[in-house]
């Protein structure tokens, strides 16, 4: 989506650093003199707030994957119209901690229910609202950010088995490979600075 701002999204699994990276893209693009909001998945409004709460609390089976899938696209369609598209009409950068790409990975592929059929759901909830540039990060499996993010989740779906985490990395190869003008990944391993320069490379043609 281009208007007068862009619109940026971090993606990626479990403990691959994607809030370290959001703020500390902010801070460097503030640098550069750009105006930028940032913002969350699920969550960015306050109806999309609440529904994170619902989503992400209570049991492993509070919510089948399809109810799941359908929580997502309403948080996300209210998020897009209260939060993310005022703000790029404004002129402002938005760089959002997830966005549409984690509801195909993890309740499309993941979940088992296709990505076509969660695609279909999202693109009726955010309209035209797509990433300009979406950064995708990733950490080999050995990566100890990710060591100890197992056992230790803080959500209902951060805490699914192994199995279920494997295929949502093969869910955001398959984005990656469907989508890759807008999908750039990034190699998350290493000091944040580091994986912050190199973010900054992939959005180099964005840049004013």
């Not at 529904?51 to 369609?77: H, P, T």
């Not at 939060?83 to 993890?106: H, K, M, N």
């Not at 989740?153 to 190869?173: E, K, P, T």
Request: proline share 3%; hydrophobic share 40%; with cysteine.
């Amino acid at each position: 989506m281009s208007q007068a701002g862009k619109f940026i999204s971090l993606e990626g699994g479990e403990g691959v650093g994607k809030s370290t990276q959001l703020r500390a893209l902010a801070a460097a693009l503030a640098e550069r003199g750009i105006d930028c909001l940032t913002t969350r998945e699920p969550g960015g409004s306050e109806v999309a707030e609440a529904i994170r709460a619902l989503l992400l609390g209570g049991d492993a089976d509070r919510w089948s994957i399809r109810s799941e899938a359908l929580l997502f696209a309403a948080a996300r369609a209210d998020h897009v119209e209260k939060t993310i598209r005022p703000a790029l009409e404004q002129g402002r950068w938005v760089i959002c901690d997830r966005f549409i790409d984690s509801s195909l990975a993890y309740q499309g592929e993941a979940g088992s229910l296709g990505i076509e059929a969660v695609r279909t759901i999202n693109m009726f909830a955010i309209g035209d609202c797509l990433p300009d540039r979406t950064i995708l990060l990733s950490l080999t499996g050995g990566d100890e950010r990710a060591q100890a993010r197992d056992g230790g989740a803080s959500d209902r779906i951060g805490g699914r088995d192994a199995d279920y985490h494997a295929s949502v990395a093969i869910g955001f190869l398959k984005r990656l490979c469907d989508d890759p003008d807008r999908i750039h990944i990034v190699d998350a391993s290493g000091p944040p600075h580091e994986v912050t320069t190199r973010v900054l490379r992939e959005l180099q043609d964005l840049l004013p």
